[in-house]
């Protein structure tokens, strides 16, 4: 890793760790366990990948109808399929960790099944 990733590393570490020592003071770092974190993650990236998505929508929609230049909506939606991409990696790669806290039977077991119904049910959708 770069020195640069190595000291943005740091610096997340730094705050989630400020982030627990605060939660605990206010006697909420239940809120905060592994599972509730991942499921934070989780569903951030869905948020994200759901306005990535409106914005394809919104440049096809621009290409198909406007009058605009095409080569530039097309490298728009060349990048743009790329950040999609990237997204849905990672949360296929934030699922799979949620499953394995999970699976360790970290927290109690009313918050684990619900998390894993929250997980089950929240789907991105995309109209055609």
């Given at each position: 890793?770069?020195?640069?990733?190595?000291?943005?590393?740091?610096?997340?570490?730094?705050?989630k760790n400020?982030?627990?020592?605060?939660?605990?003071?206010?006697?909420?770092?239940?809120?905060?366990?592994?599972?509730?974190?991942?499921?934070?993650?989780?569903?951030?990236?869905?948020?994200?990948?759901?306005?990535?998505?409106?914005?394809?929508?919104?440049?096809?929609?621009?290409?198909?109808?406007?009058?605009?230049?095409?080569?530039?909506?097309?490298?728009?939606?060349e990048r743009?399929?790329?950040?999609?991409?990237?997204?849905?990696?990672?949360?296929?790669?934030?699922?799979?960790?949620?499953?394995?806290?999970?699976?360790?039977?970290?927290?109690?077991?009313?918050?684990?099944?619900?998390?894993?119904?929250?997980?089950?049910?929240?789907?991105?959708?995309?109209?055609a």
């Open positions: 890793m770069s020195k640069k990733k190595n000291a943005q590393k740091k610096v997340m570490n730094e705050l400020q982030l627990l020592v605060q939660a605990e003071r206010l006697g909420i770092k239940d809120d905060y366990n592994p599972i509730a974190m991942e499921e934070m993650k989780l569903d951030s990236i869905r948020k994200i990948l759901g306005d990535l998505y409106m914005e394809r929508a919104n440049l096809e929609y621009e290409l198909n109808m406007s009058g605009t230049d095409k080569k530039e909506a097309l490298i728009k939606l743009l399929s790329r950040y999609i991409h990237k997204a849905e990696a990672l949360i296929k790669r934030h699922t799979r960790k949620f499953e394995d806290l999970i699976e360790k039977g970290m927290g109690d077991v009313k918050k684990t099944r619900r998390a894993v119904r929250k997980l089950d049910t929240a789907r991105v959708r995309v109209a």
